[in-house]
């Protein structure tokens, strides 16, 4: 599975955009983009997950470049809920397999009044 | 009940100690999985399960011992852990489908706080 690359932490203020960044260089054409958060000491939520198009639910959008090499997850207007680890996945997604996400260390993400 | 279920929230156990962490999910999915989460590490994938049988065990020592009776149950029993193995442990749930098509999304429960003294 590709890896990918976020930064360790991130603050945003209440009621303004958080843009969460992920680098996946080494994606592979049939690999998936997923974004969990993890609010602390709960289990993992999931939020969005795209293949090539940008994708927008009502959690958050997902803007993935034209080569797919980085994405991007938007939370429109952060509140203080969503102060979490972000935890951005690839994983393919095959007849055999399917798709046992393995987590990185993620992006602390920290919104404040 | 919705979603996924995990009891006991918190365990505190000896290290000759034998129990039980329970999981259930009431969403209809056919695969389980068991993650370890220690302090400050990532999450670790430990077991999936997929329609009742197991396909991973990622080099999980013998002293974890996982169950899935079916689909919507799945135990991780455990006996003569150590210290170390104290962690958040999580199940989650998902549904698969036997053809290349499309992602699979998780969902996890809150976790077993497990404390092994």
């Known amino acids: 599975d590709a890896k990918t690359t976020q930064p360790t932490s991130m603050d945003c203020a209440e009621g303004r955009a958080a843009n969460l960044p992920c680098n996946h260089s080494t994606i592979s054409g049939n690999e998936y983009v997923y974004w969990y958060r993890q609010i602390h000491s709960q ?31 938007i939370l429109p207007h952060a509140t203080l809920r969503d102060t979490a680890v972000y935890y951005c996945i690839v994983r393919v997604v095959d007849g055999g397999s399917q798709g ?12 404040k009044p | ?52 049988e197991q396909t991973e065990n990622n080099s999980v020592p013998s002293r974890f011992s996982p169950e899935c009776p079916n689909s919507s149950h799945l135990f991780l029993h455990l006996h003569t852990l150590q210290p170390e193995d104290s962690a ?24 077993s706080r497990l404390t092994v003294l």
């Open chain 2, 1 to 52: 009940e919705t979603g996924v279920t995990q009891t006991p929230r918190h365990l505190v156990m000896g290290m000759t100690n034998k129990k039980s962490l329970k999981c259930e999910q009431h969403l209809g999915h056919n695969a389980m999985y068991w993650y370890k989460q220690s302090a400050k590490k990532p999450l670790e994938l430990m077991f999936v399960y997929n329609f009742k």
């Open chain 1, 100 to 111: 046992n996400l393995i987590f990185g260390k993620g992006t602390k993400l920290s919104v």
């Open chain 1, 43 to 73: 289990g993992p939520q999931y939020i969005i997950h795209g293949l090539k198009n940008n994708e927008t639910n009502e959690m958050a959008s997902l803007i993935i470049t034209e080569d797919r090499k980085s994405s991007t997850l």
């Open chain 2, 88 to 111: 958040l442990y999580l199940c989650a749930s998902s549904q698969v489908s036997g053809g290349s098509s499309g992602a699979n999304v998780l969902t996890f429960g809150a976790g």
